[in-house]
């Protein structure tokens, strides 16, 4: 099935191939040959550039005929004998730049793109730009791509380039023109601030759910499809809804919205047959995945080593010694497509498995050619072992690049497990595994435990334990005794005070708490520091080769986390499958709003019409999202798909594709500076 990573990439290759459409399959069953493709320069700003490197690696950009690739507002030289493709935000100096360009005669033609649609008053502007100087026919193209998003995963994404571009009507738009020479500052504060802000006016909220609105319907786009919409009453959510429904009736009205979504399926029906569901929700909905401790590697990453853009820099042994290294993880690395939602001791005993299987694939070489190491086979004897060693010349990219792949996520892994030390990681999930369960002393051991070196970890776990708690649950005594305990490890209480002020004004639900379905046994954690010793060999010893992790998978089976559902996978299975939710979640969305953008422009929202079963959604949470969350939901589908293929794919046990973004993917420790900001 086509994922959002497959529909963007494969819009950004035409893109690079000057929006030319694909080539049509023709009858002949001999295969055609790869055009060669035309050579080109690539110039972005700082947001394309954002949303080239989440899908695109410099090869692909090559295997296009890209041979350069520059910064819009950098000195470039002229090369008149190339033509130039423009990936940019639609803003006024990036228009202006672009005229100034046109006007130098820097490259032979210009194909302009824009990462969403380009206002008509800019466009307008731009139009006589390049008139006035004769440069119209300089210009190629000018196309609105509607790519203005990060896919993270093939199944996630955020709205980051979109909140950083702003609306016309922006008064940023006056500000960002002031000094043509830069390009957009990015986006400061957070979305999640910048909506709970009590001193935001309406206008500063309707310029956030404008861009919010914008992003989504490059996403909708970009994936050609027209969903069903549901939002909750009275929030940015709905807001959020309210402004991409219109998006999207007067899209379709136009004369062009037709083809856009014209691969859409279920033009005849909606539901688990037909077309898909959009979910939209409040961050607010449930704030304990944005603070909760995660057991899994793409969480436990991008917590402990600060990923950003699929991009992490680790300590590493090298040469004896270590050196700081930068690392992509992306899908071409197969080791993290297959294990990235995985728990983290599941990744260390796939890579033993995958070490294993290398040595066994390296050593086939080395006896068949009988050279001593893989790195000798320039010194065999080629007249007495041609067919050997062509063999092992066909073999040897591809092993080279299984050696790479497993040093970097040994590397990965090591700098992970000295973190987990270091902060006490391992204590903490397991009790926020279990955190309604948590007694007094329990909660206050943690706190004061001075071996968990990041205060910011104990203030994570208090919030865990507070938002799942009931409103009454926690006596105002013991409150008071968590807090002093807290004030004395000297962490920033901002999160803390915010906190009580959220629940005195809204009241949170039971919802908010996240229950497990089962209860992790006493057992959880076995194996942790045998677990932890080999990797500290492992450094110790450096490289691939020197490492023995035969006895990895030892002691590690019972370290892993229980099963269960957060508040937002309980409101989407209730939205998906009406018939396996629990009644409480059925009820609260049962109010929700309904949009349907193929009813005509008057047509007006719906409370639930019905019930009905989907089989694909898209889930978004307006204010910043979490891998804890994209993980959890992600395995809610995997646990259907996995009871539909059981019971043959019948309709009562349909597989469930979820999509998840959110407006941005937001570090733990960065909520926790929201919050603070919030507070003061």
């Not at 062509?390 to 092993?399: G, H, V, Y």
């Not at 959880?524 to 010893?541: A, M, Q």
Request: net charge negative; glycine share 8%.
């Amino acid at each position: 099935m086509t994922t959002l990573r497959d529909s963007q990439v494969a819009a950004l290759t035409s893109l690079l191939t000057l929006n030319q459409p694909p080539p049509m399959n023709g009858s002949s069953a001999a295969p055609a040959v790869a055009p060669i493709p035309t050579w080109k320069v690539l110039i972005m700003d700082k947001i394309a550039q954002d949303v080239m490197a989440t899908s695109l690696r410099v090869q692909d950009l090559r295997d296009q005929g890209v041979t350069l690739h520059m910064q819009l507002h950098a000195d470039r030289p002229a090369l008149p004998d190339v033509p130039a493709i423009y990936f940019v935000a639609p803003t006024q100096p990036n228009i202006r730049r672009i005229a100034a360009d046109l006007q130098k005669s820097l490259y032979a033609s210009t194909y302009v793109n824009f990462t969403s649609a380009l206002s008509r008053p800019l466009l307008e502007e731009f139009a006589e730009l390049v008139a006035v100087s004769g440069s119209v026919e300089g210009v190629e193209q000018v196309f609105d791509q509607h790519l203005d998003f990060l896919v993270l995963s093939p199944s996630l994404f955020s709205l980051s380039p979109s909140l950083s571009t702003p609306t016309y009507s922006s008064a940023s738009v006056a500000a960002a023109s002031a000094d043509p020479s830069q390009p957009t500052p990015p986006v400061e504060r957070s979305t999640y601030e910048k909506l709970n802000d009590p001193r935001a006016t309406e206008g500063d909220i309707e310029e956030v759910t404008d861009r919010v609105a914008r992003g989504l319907f490059s996403v909708l786009v970009t994936m050609g499809q027209l969903p069903l919409i549901r939002a909750p009453r009275g929030n940015a959510a709905e807001m959020v809804a309210r402004k991409l429904d219109s998006r999207l009736r007067d899209h379709v009205a136009s004369s062009r919205g037709g083809n856009v979504f014209s691969g859409s399926s279920g033009s005849g029906g909606d539901g688990a047959f037909g077309r898909p569901l959009l979910v939209l929700l409040d961050r607010n909905i449930d704030l304990v995945p944005m603070v909760s401790h995660s057991w899994t590697y793409q969480a436990l990453v991008n917590d402990v080593l600060g990923m950003r853009l699929n991009r992490v820099a680790v300590e590493a042994p090298d040469g004896g010694r270590m050196q700081k290294k930068t690392y992509d993880l992306d899908g071409k690395d197969f080791f993290w497509a297959k294990n990235a939602a995985n728990p983290f001791p599941n990744v260390a005993e796939e890579i033993d498995l995958e070490l294993n299987k290398y040595k066994v694939d390296a050593s086939e070489i080395t006896r068949s050619t009988g050279v001593g190491d893989i790195s000798d086979l320039s010194q065999i004897d080629v007249s007495s072992n041609a067919a050997n060693l062509r063999a092992a010349i066909t073999a040897l990219p591809e092993l080279t690049a299984r050696k790479h792949t497993l040093d970097t996520h040994m590397n990965i892994a090591t700098a992970l497990l000295q973190g987990i030390k270091s902060r006490g990681l391992d204590t903490l999930f397991q009790m926020e595994e279990s955190i309604t369960k948590q007694t007094k002393a329990q909660m206050l051991e943690a706190i004061r435990n001075p071996a968990m070196e990041n205060p910011e970890d104990k203030m994570r776990l208090l919030l865990c334990f507070y938002f799942s708690m009931a409103d009454t649950a926690i006596p105002r005594d013991d409150l008071a005794e968590y807090e002093r305990a807290l004030k004395e490890t000297g962490v920033d209480m901002g999160p803390w005070e915010y906190a009580k002020k959220l629940r005195d004004i809204h009241r949170m639900s039971n919802l908010g708490a996240a229950q497990p379905v089962s209860t992790p046994g006493g057992e959880l954690l076995k194996g942790f520091s045998s677990l932890s010793n080999r990797f500290t060999d492992r450094l110790r010893d450096g490289g691939i080769g020197g490492v023995g992790l035969e006895n990895l998978i030892s002691g590690v089976k019972n370290f892993l986390p229980a099963r269960k559902d957060f508040t937002v996978t309980r409101l989407v299975e209730a939205l998906m499958d009406p018939a396996s939710a629990s009644t409480q979640a059925l009820q609260d969305t049962d109010d929700y709003l309904l949009f349907d953008p193929r009813a005509g422009r008057t047509a007006r929202p719906a409370a639930g019409r019905g019930r009905q079963t989907f089989a694909e959604a898209v889930v978004f949470v307006v204010g910043g999202g979490s891998y804890v969350e994209f993980t959890n939901l992600g395995e809610y589908a995997a646990r259907t798909t996995g009871a539909a293929a059981a019971g043959g794919g019948a309709a009562t046990g349909v597989g469930r594709r979820i999509t998840y973004g959110a407006t941005e993917i937001v570090p733990p420790a960065d909520f926790l500076k929201s919050l603070a900001s919030l507070a003061r």
